[in-house]
C-alpha cells in the first residue's frame, strides 16, 4: 500500500508518502511541510479563524494533488489540538471534505500520543528497550510511555509552542517575568505524567521543536533528515541552546536555520517545554526524531486495514 499521510496540527501541516510492506515498515518516499498555523488564537478564541482555515485549505489543496502525482492507493488525514478544541471543527471538517476531496480525522489527545509513541519507536534502531516519548505540538505536548512498540502509558496536556507563546509572552524577546511564569504554568501541567515511576532506557523527541533544536546545536542551516533523525543530544546543550534562545528575537532565531521557518516566534516555548521535561524525566540526554503522528497515523490505518 502507498499512504498519503497528513497530520494537522496547531502550527503546521505536514504530509509523508509513504510504501507499507507486509512486515509494517515503512519505506518513506517524501515528506511535505507547511505551516499555515491554523490554531492561530485558538486558545483564547476558541474559533478557527478564516485566514488560517484559508491557509489549511490551500496547503490540503496541494497535498490533494501531490498525493495524486505519486500514486497513492490512499489518503489520510488526522487532525489533532487546534482543530478537536475549535468550536467550529465541524464547518473546518465538511470545507476540506468539499473542497480538497479529503476525509480528516479527529484524533483525541491520547490517541495521538498513543500513535505519536508508534510513529517515534518505528524509526528507532532498537525498538526493544523502554521509551519515553515527548511530542511538543503548536497546541498540545504528548507524553507516552512503553517498552518496544506498545505504549503503556501515555497524556495529552494543553502545552504547546503555540498556546504557550501566546499566553505568555508579550515581548520579543520574552521577559524574565514571562519566562519564569510559562515555566511555573509547564511544570504544573506536566505533573499529570507519572515520571517519578516510569524510568525509561531513552526519551525520544518528537517533530519540529526537537529537531529544529539539533540542527541548532549542530551548527546547520539546512534541514537534512540525516541529521535529526535518532541524534542524540545531552540535557546540557539543550539548556545551553535554550539560553541563547532566550535573548533572541525571532527575527534572529529564523537565521540560526532553515528550520526555524514559520516557527521562529514559537520555538523558544517550545524549547522551554523541552526543557522541562528532561528536567522533569531526570535524564541526561535525548534522542530526536521527525517521525512523528504522519507515521504512526499510517501504521495505524495499516493495521484496521489488515485486520478487515
Do not use: C, H, Q, W
Given at each position: 500500500m502507498r499512504y498519503a499521510s497528513i497530520d494537522i496540527g496547531t502550527n503546521t501541516i505536514l504530509m509523508l508518502i509513504g510504501d507499507v510492506d507486509g512486515e509494517m515498515r515503512i519505506n518513506p518516499l517524501k515528506d511535505f511541510y507547511s505551516v499555515p498555523r491554523i490554531g492561530k488564537s485558538v486558545?483564547?478564541?476558541g474559533r478557527l479563524d478564516d485566514d488560517s482555515v484559508a491557509r489549511a485549505l490551500d496547503v490540503l489543496t496541494r497535498y490533494k494533488a501531490s498525493a495524486e502525482e505519486y500514486h497513492a492507493d490512499l489518503v489520510i488525514a488526522s487532525a489533532t489540538s487546534a482543530v478537536?478544541?475549535?468550536?467550529?471543527?465541524?464547518?473546518?471538517?465538511a470545507r476540506v471534505k468539499e473542497e480538497c476531496g479529503i476525509d480528516v480525522e479527529?484524533?483525541?489527545?491520547?490517541?495521538?500520543?498513543?500513535?505519536?509513541?508508534?510513529?517515534?519507536?518505528?524509526?528507532?534502531p532498537d525498538i526493544f528497550g523502554t521509551s519515553l516519548v515527548v511530542d511538543i505540538g503548536g497546541g498540545s505536548t504528548e507524553l507516552?510511555?512503553?517498552t518496544g512498540a506498545a505504549p503503556e502509558s501515555f497524556v495529552?496536556?494543553?502545552?504547546?509552542?503555540?498556546?504557550?507563546?501566546?499566553?505568555?509572552f508579550h515581548h520579543n524577546p520574552p521577559l524574565p517575568g514571562e519566562l519564569e511564569e510559562a515555566g511555573k504554568f509547564v511544570s504544573e501541567a506536566l505533573r499529570s505524567f507519572p515520571f517519578d515511576r516510569l524510568k525509561a532506557d531513552r526519551v525520544i523527541a518528537v517533530a519540529g521543536t526537537a529537531t529544529t533544536l539539533a540542527l541548532i546545536e549542530q551548527g546547520t542551516y539546512e534541514f537534512d533528515p540525516r541529521l535529526v533523525n535518532n541524534y542524540e543530544m545531552s540535557a546540557k546543550s539543550l539548556f545551553s541552546v535554550f539560553e541563547v534562545l532566550m535573548?533572541?528575537?525571532?527575527?534572529e532565531i529564523r537565521k540560526m536555520t532553515n528550520a526555524a521557518e514559520g516557527r521562529e516566534d514559537v520555538l523558544l516555548a517550545g524549547a522551554l517545554i523541552l526543557k522541562k521535561v528532561i528536567q522533569?524525566?531526570?535524564?541526561?540526554?535525548?534522542i530526536t526524531t521527525d517521525r512523528g503522528l504522519r507515521y504512526g497515523y499510517l501504521l495505524y490505518k495499516q493495521m484496521q486495514l489488515s485486520a478487515k
Open positions: 486558545s483564547t478564541t478537536r478544541d475549535a468550536k467550529n471543527r465541524n464547518i473546518f471538517i479527529i484524533i483525541e489527545g491520547e490517541t495521538e500520543a498513543r500513535l505519536g509513541f508508534l510513529g517515534a519507536v518505528s524509526g528507532a507516552s510511555y512503553g495529552s496536556v494543553n502545552i504547546g509552542a503555540v498556546r504557550i507563546t501566546e499566553r505568555f535573548t533572541k528575537s525571532p527575527k522533569t524525566a531526570g535524564s541526561a540526554s535525548f
